[in-house]
């Protein structure tokens, strides 16, 4: 198993910029893709972009393209996404999921983090 602890949520303005961060431990970190997805208020969990588990591919929803960009450090276990020009629609609780059973991103969590709120105020 994986087990994944976000953090670097908070109120945001829009316009704004954050980094959310989601350390890994369990498995060999550099083994497996990693995504982030995340869920509005009374809204259904939406993928937001996933990496590969060497960090040479990524994607992204349309939503977020060109304003997000997700990374990750093999060496600190840490996936992170960078967002930036935030707009009051992208707030929502952000959650990294790792699929230990793929090196390529195929947009299926296996494992979830506990998640962390990312507000923004217009």
């Known amino acids: 198993q994986v087990q994944l602890v976000e953090s670097g949520g908070g109120l945001v303005q829009a316009g704004g910029s954050l980094r959310l961060s989601c350390a890994a431990s369990?498995?060999?970190?550099?083994?497996?893709?990693m995504g982030w997805f995340r869920q509005a208020p009374g809204k259904e969990r939406d993928l937001v972009a996933g990496i590969s588990s060497s960090g040479g591919s990524t994607s992204y929803a349309d939503s977020v393209k060109g304003r997000f960009t997700i990374s990750r450090d093999n060496a600190k276990n840490t996936v992170y996404l960078e967002m930036s020009s935030l707009k009051p629609e992208d707030t929502a609780v952000y959650y990294c999921?790792?699929?230990?059973?793929?090196?390529?991103?195929?947009?299926?969590?296996?494992?979830w983090g506990q998640g962390t709120q990312v507000p923004v105020s217009s």
């Open positions: 999921a790792a699929d230990f059973h793929a090196s390529t991103w195929y947009g299926f969590g296996k494992s």
């Open positions: 369990g498995r060999a970190f550099s083994s497996y893709a």
